[in-house]
């Protein structure tokens, strides 16, 4: 891993820092929203529209880095988020609920384009092995994300004793978002951007047919939203319906986001040994066991180990997902299915985000996890039923080359 290039060094440090601004988020979103919020039941907007930000940028995202390659791309955005976060301090320090809204939203397309860090690291790599290792090290580097997004909201709660809660947590993220900026001059552009018009390929719609692509998208989507459903619930429902602390949830989110990416080191591994449909399927059932555990109890620990078990799944369906997409197209064709891909995962996620507060509220804890339990099972028989038709489709194939 130390002999990577110096390009996926810098973007995985890069998409770390940049990554913070998400797990921030997190943690406050919802506990300003509930504050801010003319409603109880959108409490969670600010978390869901990050998500819909996010969604919504992800095919001008892709679109943007085109035209003018990877390194101005990230450049624009990051600026972008810089001042996103000055305009979300404004907001909370005068109490505009609609104002933060729109920062959240700012910040979510920010992520859209972090998120086209592990494409970009694929390209840098050479072979497999590197591939394989340039993941590990992307999802590795947002370890401190886990740890730098919750200690900004804590630590910037009540940073500035004349202004309003967590005011503080949006001056550092500029500070943090300004040093990833900073650290972006350093790549280096390996080629000139692809031209549009060269790059056609096959219709998009005889892509997204496929079962590999189906699976790969499916499995990121619904991996999100469960995930992003129980996650954005989980501050609200601890703080404000159970009366935990601040520092507890943010704890809980702290090891949430830990096992996101912890388990890069294993999974990495399998997958080089081929056991990407395992690794799926033992995602979905880290989402089961997950579901168990949340609804036996509403203590620290229940949440705790809860989120643990759902940051876990997360990221074996996650990195599996991102690696096999790439199966189902063309390098000439990498821009348009990436787009498509991340617009279906975000746009999962937004929704699953924007309905944890109205579930919340209306039917309690249980009726998030009912909601959880359901998702997860119904892609466990899509997941089967593909993979299935999969294999058909490559022993159809098999026999004809041999014939």
Known sequence: MLNLPKNIWV????????????????????????????TAAMATLPYAVVVIGTAS??????????????????????????????????????????LFVLGAFLLG???????????????????????????????????????L???????????????????????????ILSGALLLLTQYTEQAKPIVVENST????????????????????????????????????????????TVSHAAWVIQAHIIAMFLPSLLTGK????????????????????????AYSGQEVMHYWWALVLL????NFLFMTSTARLGLSHTPEEKFKVQACNDFMVFGVQAIAAFSAGWLLFRYGWGGVINVAIGMT?????????????????ALIKVRADRS
């Not at 997004?149 to 500070?175: E, K, N, R």
């Not at 940051?311 to 997360?314: A, F, I």
């Open 149 to 175: 997004g919750p200690w900004m909201g804590q630590y910037g709660q009540h940073l500035f004793a004349d202004s309003a809660d967590f005011t503080g947590s949006f001056i550092l993220l500029v500070c």
């Open 270 to 293: 399998l997958l080089k040994q081929g056991l990407s449909t395992s690794l799926l399927f033992a995602g979905l059932a880290c989402y089961l066991i997950m579901c168990t555990i």
């Open 201 to 244: 390929g096959r219709p998009l719609w005889s892509i997204v047919r496929q079962p590999s692509f189906l699976i790969a998208a499916g499995s990121a989507g619904f991996g999100f939203g469960i995930m992003a459903l129980v996650m954005t619930a989980t501050p609200v429902s601890m703080h404000e319906l159970e009366g935990h």
């Open 377 to 393: 099972l119904f892609w466990s028989i899509c997941l089967a039923a593909l993979t299935l038709k999969q294999r058909k489709i």
């Open 57 to 98: 940028a992800s095919i001008p995202a892709a679109l943007l880095m085109q035209r003018v390659g990877r390194k101005r791309g990230v450049t624009i955005s990051l600026s972008m988020a810089i001042g996103a976060a000055v305009l979300a301090a404004y907001a909370v320090s005068i109490g505009n609920f609609w």
């Open 109 to 147: 397309a920010n992520a859209s384009f972090a998120q086209q860090g592990r494409f970009i690291i694929l390209e840098n790599a050479v072979g497999t092995k590197q591939q394989s290792d340039g993941l590990t090290l992307a999802l590795l580097a947002n370890l401190t994300a886990a740890f």
């Open 311 to 314: 940051g876990m799944g997360w």
């Open 11 to 38: 973007m995985s440090a890069v998409m770390a820092l940049s990554f913070g601004s998400t797990s921030m988020m997190v943690l406050i979103a919802g506990l300003i929203g509930a504050k801010l919020a003319p």
